[in-house]
Each structure stands twice: as structure tokens, then as C-alpha cells.
């Protein structure tokens, strides 16, 4: 009964110190730079404590500013929503808007491992692979489960489709807008004739947060936005 009693008490006290050490909001501002012009990205991400666990939603909307403004002023609103899990997030529904496009959607149903997809009016059925998940998600994967040491593979889905994307991971001193950061990057791995590019910088003494993210996207963009604010709240829910 000691025996059991002990390692009640030691679970209890990890579960309590998980719950405490995670911050219950996070909210992130970016500076952008484009080919094209400057933006600034606003992300905010809620954690809720229910009796199932944890769960998640990210918000990220992103706008032009300055004179890039006049000429681009559409807002891109991007969510992403799910649960928490030891291997880390598990998302259930992501949406990305343009302007005034129709939203692309992306629908998981983790029990019959299948993703539903939503494009341009059309509706694609995908097999979900175990580890699946979004792109907004994976930025924020790492405060909740460990990086690997050299190399991640991972099912990234965003609003077209789902492939499988390589990263090699290094580290590095990264200058901000709020100072020097010790960070571990994770750079994808492409085809020698791919166009696209990503490559995330997460702050090692700041829960793992994503300060800066370069990419090339499919319509040959070039992104690059910078960290200049972050607010961790650590208020638990009631």
C-alpha cells in the first residue's frame, strides 16, 4: 500500500507540474518581408485544460502594411484547432482563407485515419498517416514533445494536399527585433529542382516558439518573417 501510495503521489505531482509548466496563451507578433512588399503576422495560440486533457487553437492573420498595403489588402486568416498528446499536437480541423476566396479546409478523423481535404470547391479524401499533421501545428509542435537530434520526418498537410517533408536539424545564435536567441533550426529538404523552401527557427529557451520562418511557397513567393513580441500567459483555466 506504501509502494502504491508513493507512486500515486509521484504521478499526481508530474501531472500537476505538466499542467503548471504550460502556458495557457501565447501570442506572437512578426515583422514580413516578401519580394513583392512588408506585412505583419498577429498569432495567438489557447490552450484549455478539459477533463479529456488538453486541447488547442491557433489563429494566425497576416496583412500587408505601408504602401504594399494599397496594393495587397486582402488578410490571410489561417486556425488551426486539435489536442495534445504525449508525441505532441494532434490537430482536428484547419482553415486558411484569402481575402475574399472560399476557405481551404482540412478535416481529421483519426479513428478512420482518413483527412478530408476542401480546395477550390473540390473535396479530396487522403489516407492520414500517424504522425499527420498541419503546417501552423507544426511550428508549435515542439513545446509539447521533444525535438529529434539531427534529422524529422513528418506528414504536412496544408489546404492541397499531404506529403511528407525532411528536416535536418542544426542550431543557431539567431539575432531578433528582441534580441539574441539560441535556436534549433529545422530546415526541409528538397528536390534539387523543387522551388520551395522552408526553414523554422525555434527558440530553445522560450518553450520551443517559432521566431522566425523563411519559405518559398508554390506560387514562387518569398516570406520571411522575424519575431518582434511574445506574451506567455501562464493562468490556468477554471
Keep these: 500500500m506504501k509502494f502504491l501510495a508513493a507512486v500515486l503521489f509521484t504521478w499526481l505531482s508530474c501531472v500537476h507540474a505538466f499542467a503548471t509548466d504550460i ?15 512588408e506585412g505583419e503576422i498577429k498569432e495567438a495560440m489557447d490552450i484549455t485544460h478539459t477533463k479529456q486533457g488538453l486541447s488547442y487553437i491557433i489563429n494566425s492573420e497576416a496583412q ?46 483519426w479513428e478512420k485515419h482518413m483527412v478530408t481535404l476542401q480546395h477550390n470547391g473540390q473535396e479530396v479524401h487522403e489516407k492520414l498517416p500517424a504522425d499527420g499533421i498541419d503546417r501552423l501545428s507544426l ?47 529545422l530546415t526541409r529538404q528538397e528536390e534539387k529542382r523543387s522551388k520551395l523552401k522552408r526553414k523554422l527557427w525555434l527558440a530553445l529557451n522560450n518553450h520551443m516558439l ?29
Excluded at 502556458?23 to 512588399?37: A, F, H, L, M, Q
Excluded at 504602401?67 to 480541423?93: A, D, Q
Excluded at 517559432?210 to 477554471?238: C, F, L, W
Design 23 to 37: 502556458p495557457s496563451r501565447i501570442e506572437i507578433s512578426y515583422d514580413v518581408k516578401t519580394d513583392i512588399g
Design 64 to 109: 500587408a502594411t505601408g504602401m504594399f498595403k494599397l496594393l495587397e489588402p486582402n488578410v490571410i486568416i489561417r486556425r488551426s484547432e486539435g489536442i495534445i498528446t504525449k508525441k505532441g499536437l494532434r490537430p482536428t480541423r484547419t482553415y486558411e482563407k484569402r481575402g475574399k476566396n472560399e476557405p481551404n479546409l482540412a478535416v481529421f478523423d
Design 139 to 185: 511550428s508549435y509542435n515542439f513545446i509539447f514533445t521533444p525535438l529529434p537530434k539531427h534529422h524529422l520526418d513528418r506528414y504536412v498537410i496544408n489546404g492541397q494536399g499531404l506529403g511528407l517533408s525532411h528536416y535536418k536539424i542544426t542550431k543557431e545564435i539567431l539575432d531578433t527585433p528582441i534580441g539574441k536567441m539560441e535556436t534549433m533550426v
Design 210 to 238: 517559432p521566431v522566425r520562418i523563411v519559405s518559398v511557397e508554390e506560387n514562387g513567393r518569398e516570406i520571411d518573417k522575424i519575431v518582434t513580441r511574445i506574451n506567455i500567459s501562464y493562468q490556468a483555466d477554471h
